[in-house]
């Protein structure tokens, strides 16, 4: 592997656009606890969670590093990362006003999400939503067009 692309070789990095959005998932097949930072206690049940993010510039290397677990704990979605790791990635050639349209299509069709999870930046509730169904992705493609690029972490 190249030092530039990582876990997932050549893959994302000539497939993944510059700066733009990204959906992680993540597959819990028990609940669990953790401290977030600031936020607190986040307690997630079993099943899909489907986190929203941005990256204006150097989307791979962000990435990348939601799938490293040693690192330095700065964002809430870094204290999950850092003890489990996602099993997807979906991105798209967006600008960050599309990663608020993907969390609120999201928390319409499957709930309220972890309370201010991921989204200090911004008025959406959350950030990370779930458990969410198989067709996450196609309720997220009909708003915002096909993804650039979608890794699964076990192919």
Known sequence: MSPHTGFF????ALRVPQGGIYLLTFELWQAMAFRAGALGCVGLGVGRFIYVGSAQRCLAQRVERHFRRRKRLRWHI?????????????????????????????????????????SSDCNCASHLIGPVGEEWLEVVSEIVGAPAAVVDSHE
């Open 78 to 118: 870094d204290y999950l990362t850092h003890l489990q790791s996602p099993r997807k990635v979906a991105v798209w050639a967006l600008a960050k006003e599309s990663e608020c349209v993907c969390a609120l299509t999201l928390l319409a069709r499957w709930g309220p999400g972890v309370v201010h999870f991921g």
């Open 9 to 12: 070789g050549d893959t994302l």
